[in-house]
């Protein structure tokens, strides 16, 4: 139980385009879902918390704008990089928390590798 | 500010030797909690030790957490090939996790 996919696995994009990717609760209802960005040999960054149905909540110094992120099921969270730059370069990993269940765990997708051209 | 510094960052070690890894953190927290990440995967749930316990164990993990200092140490015993990976601390501060650093454990077969 508890997992937690992304779509796509990596993806190469070229300069100024949009990449969408998706996070997907397969087995449970994720109340919040998180996104997170790292780069090579660093931490993870918390980017934003999604809560179901409302509007992202940004960290410090994240673009909204440009990090669009759409939680509209209890399933499926997706975050668009629009308008990328190859300093947007990153492993893109979400985190599921069902808070109906008490549990502190986030549940992590695999990762999304994002290369813009 | 920066949560959960691990310390040291690197670590190679033989086969069937123990591994510790060190964690310190600056805020109050509701617990602290040990991932795992092979390179280029996500990340996977270890162990979570709660604001009130000192030790925890899970097989070969096992966890402390001293509240009076802010610190925590994962220790994995009979280190296997299979244990390389970059290991992770991260509080947890209610409504979001802050990951530390990292620490990067290469087992020697």
């Known amino acids: 139980g508890a997992v937690v996919s992304q779509h796509p696995s990596w993806v190469i994009c070229k300069s100024g385009t949009s990449v969408k990717i998706e996070c997907r609760s397969l087995?449970?209802?994720?109340?919040?879902m998180f996104w997170y960005r790292q780069f090579p040999k660093q931490s993870l960054m918390l980017m934003a918390t999604s809560n179901e149905g409302s509007k992202a909540t940004y960290e410090q110094g994240v673009e909204k704008d440009k990090f669009l992120i759409n939680h509209a099921s209890l399933t499926l969270s997706t975050l668009t990089v629009t308008s990328a730059h190859p300093e947007d370069s990153s492993f893109y990993i979400c985190?599921?928390?069902?808070?109906?269940?008490?549990?502190?765990?986030?549940?992590f997708g695999p990762g999304t590798r994002l290369t813009v051209t | 500010s920066q949560q959960g510094e691990e310390d040291p960052q690197a670590l190679s070690i033989q086969e069937g030797e123990n591994a510790t890894m060190n964690c310190s953190y600056k805020t109050s927290i509701n617990n602290l909690q040990w991932y795992r990440q092979n390179s280029g995967r996500g990340l996977v749930h270890l162990i979570l030790i709660r604001s009130n316990e000192r030790e925890k164990h899970s097989g070969r993990l096992r966890v402390t957490l001293d509240t009076s200092k802010k610190s925590s140490s994962l220790l994995i015993t009979a280190s296997r090939a299979a244990d390389t990976a970059s290991y992770f601390c991260a509080t947890d501060m209610g409504n979001r996790l802050a990951f530390g650093k990292g620490n990067q454990v290469v087992v020697i077969p």
């Open positions: 087995d449970f209802q994720a109340t919040t």
């Open positions: 985190s599921a928390h069902n808070r109906a269940t008490s549990s502190y765990e986030q549940y």
